[in-house]
C-alpha cells in the first residue's frame, strides 16, 4: 500500500485508510481484531474513528485490537459532535481523555472537530483547546471533519495569528456524485497545503455496485437508512437517480475491461484528485480490505481520468491550476 503525507505535516498515512463508523454497531469485536490485523498486512495503517461511533464501542474495540503494536497505526478520531455536546473547550477535553482511555494509548495521532456548521461558535476558544491538546502531548496532528472552507481558513488564520498549531487535515464527504468540495474547499486545501481525507467514498454502496437500477436497498443499509440527517432525505433517494444508475453501468464497464472492481475504480478516482492524502473507506468484511488495498494500488493515467470525467461529468467545476496572469480578463 502506497504512503502518502497527510497535507504538508510529517505524518505520512497509507492511501486508503480504515473507515470505522460500523464498528460496534454491525461488527463485534472479535471481527474487529480480524479486521485490524488483516489492514496492517494489506498495508493499511490509518485507522478512523469517532467518540460517538458505536456509541464508544469503535473505540473500545480499536483499542483493544491494537494492543502491543500501538506504533504500527495512524490512529484518528473525532470529538466534539454536536450531538455530543460540541466542540466547546470543557467537551473537547472531556472527549478527548474518554477517546484515550478506549483506545488504551497516551497519544492521538489525528485529533479532528467533528462536525462545525454553526457559524456563531467562537474559533477562538476551539484553536486554542486544539493547541493545548498538541502542547500536552496527547495529540500529534489536528484536523477538521464537515467544516465548511471559509471554517476552515478561519481556524489557519487563528493559529497564524497567535503560533497555534495549524489544522493539517480536513473530512469532508466526496465521492463520483458528491463533489461539492471541488467549488470550494478542495481549491482552499490544494492553496494552503491541507490534506484530504473523503468518507463515504463508495456512496452508500451505490458506487460499490450494491444496488442495481430498480431495486430498493433495505431499511438498514447505509443508502436506505432515513437517519441521514434531520428532515432530510434517504441516501439513497438523493443519490440513487437514474442518471447515476447510467453513469455506474458505464464505469462498472470500465472497470471490468481493467480487471478491476467498480468499488477499486471509485477510489482510485479520488486519490488521483488534488490534495487527496488518504481515502476512509468502511469496511466490515475481510473481503474489502484486499479490494481497498488494490484500489489504492491503482493508478489511472490521465487518459483514463478523462474518459472517467466524461462518464460522470466531472468536474463540476474546473479544479484549481496555475493561473495565466498575461491573460486578459474577461
Known sequence: MPKRTLGQSGLEVSAVGLGTDAFGISVDGPTVKKIISAAIDHGITLIDTAYMYGGGKSEEYIG??????????????????????????????????????????????????????????????????????????????????????????????????????????????????????????????????????????????????????????????????????????????HYGTEATYDAIEALAEFARARDHTLAQLAIAWLLHRPMLSSVIAGVSKLSQLADNATAGQWELSQDEMNEINSIIHAPRRPLPTSWDWTRKPL
Not at 460499490?208 to 438498514?220: I, L, M
Open 64 to 237: 483493544n485490537s491494537i494492543q502491543g503494536r500501538r506504533d504500527d497505526f495512524v490512529i484518528a478520531t473525532k470529538g466534539g459532535h454536536p450531538m455530543d455536546g460540541g466542540p466547546a473547550r470543557s467537551n473537547l477535553i472531556k472527549e478527548l481523555e474518554v477517546s484515550l482511555k478506549r483506545l488504551k494509548t497516551d497519544y492521538i495521532d489525528l485529533y479532528q472537530v467533528h462536525v462545525l456548521h454553526d457559524s456563531r461558535f467562537p474559533l477562538e476558544e476551539m484553536m486554542q483547546t486544539l493547541n493545548d491538546m498538541v502542547r500536552s502531548g496527547k495529540v500529534r496532528y489536528l484536523g477538521l471533519s464537515n467544516m465548511y472552507s471559509w471554517q476552515l481558513c478561519r481556524c489557519n488564520d487563528l493559529a497564524e495569528i497567535h503560533g497555534w498549531d495549524k489544522i493539517i487535515s480536513v473530512q469532508p464527504h466526496y465521492h463520483m456524485f458528491e463533489r461539492e468540495v471541488e467549488s470550494d474547499l478542495s481549491q482552499y486545501c490544494q492553496w494552503a497545503g491541507v490534506g484530504m481525507l473523503p468518507y463515504f467514498p463508495l456512496a452508500g454502496g451505490l458506487l460499490a455496485g450494491r444496488y442495481t437500477r430498480g431495486e430498493e436497498p433495505a431499511s438498514d443499509s447505509r443508502a436506505g437508512s432515513d437517519a441521514w440527517g434531520a428532515g432530510m432525505r434517504r441516501y439513497f433517494d
